[in-house]
């Protein structure tokens, strides 16, 4: 779900706002006043130690029932417009909620321009998608999950009475829609069905890893990480390496809201990943472009500054959220490292996207690259697989209630209870 309506140009920034606005006011929603972000009573979220209260809309309290119907949603094929897939076709929890493709494919075939981003610790992110400035929070990107064409997700777009009969046809969901929703005479709309899909992502918390253990606030369990991983989480908090400075905080991300929060502290920064010479078909810069389809933050706001600028993602789980980048265009976390951090922006010999990242004139000032030896590599290495929280990846609670998507293997060797 992490690439809804996450392109455009300037006035397809417009565009996509007035198809929102108009998704949500017609469905019984819409943004004012009272729909203003606040710490949510009265459910019993569980947190991991030293996380904040999630920051969620006060007209949209969060129930065990809308949790659980937005479960049965997530992972139902029928919620395609063809009955092919669901969301849990990009985002499959054995992978952290990702799927291990360079870019995501939705149930008609459809190839997306971007990688699929985990669903880890959602409820926390400031603005959702990789570069998209407007969707800030996860009603509204289910909404684009639904209606998006360009590309298509689910397809409802057009066919929104026909998917809402579709479910109203079963009566599991009847008892389902009702429970979520006791004061509608008729709970099958799609700001419903969006608020259930908001509802079951909100409580994709992880934030118990081996790491966590080790560095409990109060209990702390210091051999729950090995001695390599300890010298890792030094080089990833080192002025040397600056890794902390985009993947800091709680959910090692800087783009977070919660209780507690002025300000959002939105960030979207360009990585040195590519610096095409242009200009020249959709490369309108002499130098610095992304691919095309692919350009970031610019696609909103046509500032050449903003070009190539993504969102950092949570490192949380990192380990399975293979391949890597906005694009997945890096196949694991060691050539992340060597080939592009440590040089200070990865470089392209040859072909459409030629060009040394590393001197491109809209890179981050923090993408200054640093040496580092093999052994730290390892070292770094150790110190994201700690970052894995199997109670999470394994949660049956969070799992297809159906079966129909394996679990990771892992899990069946230490079932979480």
């Not at 926390?124 to 009603?139: E, G, H, T």
């Not at 999950?145 to 599991?172: F, K, S, T, Y």
């Not at 502290?265 to 990585?271: K, T, V």
């Not at 789980?317 to 890597?324: G, K, Q, R």
């Amino acid at each position: 779900m992490s690439r809804i309506a996450d392109r455009g140009t300037a006035a397809g920034v417009i565009a996509l706002a007035a198809v929102l606005m108009l998704s949500l006011q017609a469905c019984g929603g819409g943004r004012d006043a009272s729909d203003a972000s606040r710490p949510m009573a009265g459910y019993d979220w569980q947190l991991p130690p030293g996380f904040p209260t999630p920051q969620v809309h006060a007209d949209r309290p969060l129930t065990a029932a809308k949790v659980e119907l937005g479960r049965q949603l997530f992972y139902d094929p029928r919620t395609s417009i063809n009955g092919e897939g669901s969301c849990a076709s990009c985002h499959e929890q054995r992978r952290a909620f990702t799927d291990g493709r360079a870019l995501a494919t939705g149930p008609t075939g459809e190839v997306h321009a971007r990688n699929a981003m985990s669903l880890t610790n959602v409820v926390y992110n400031a603005r959702q998608n990789w570069a998209n400035p407007l969707i800030d929070n996860l009603r509204e990107q289910a909404i684009g999950v639904l209606l998006n064409e360009a590309p298509i997700e689910l397809g409802w777009a057009g066919q929104e009475q026909l998917m809402l009969d579709r479910l109203r046809g079963d009566p599991a969901y009847v008892d389902a829609f009702t429970a979520a929703f006791p004061e509608d005479a008729d709970p099958f709309t799609l700001a419903r069905v969006a608020e259930a899909y908001e509802a079951f992502m909100s409580v994709l918390i992880s934030g118990r890893s081996a790491y966590d253990r080790a560095t409990d606030p109060e209990h702390p369990e210091p051999d729950a990480i090995s001695d390599a991983a300890w010298r890792g989480e030094a080089l990833f908090f080192s002025e040397r390496l600056e890794c902390f400075h985009c993947h800091g905080g709680f959910n090692f991300a800087q783009s977070v809201r919660h209780d507690g929060t002025v300000l959002d502290g939105i960030e979207f920064r360009n990585n040195g990943l590519y610096n095409i010479d242009g200009p020249g078909p959709g490369y309108p810069l002499e130098a610095g472009n992304y691919p095309p389809d692919n350009q970031g933050l610019f696609e909103f706001t046509e500032n050449p500054n903003d070009m190539g600028r993504f969102r950092a993602p949570t490192l949380r789980n990192i380990a399975l959220t293979a391949p890597y980048m906005h694009d997945g265009s890096i196949a694991t976390l060691r050539e992340v490292i060597v080939d592009h951090y440590a040089r200070g922006g990865r470089v392209i010999e040859s072909g459409p996207h030629a060009g040394d990242g590393s001197g491109s004139p809209y890179k981050d000032a923090l993408m200054v690259g640093f040496m580092i030896s093999d052994a730290e590599v390892d070292d770094l290495l150790a110190f994201l697989d700690s970052l894995t929280d199997w109670s999470f990846v394994c949660d049956p609670g969070l799992a297809d209630p159906e079966g129909r998507i394996p679990m990771h293997t892992h899990c069946a060797e230490h079932p979480v209870r």
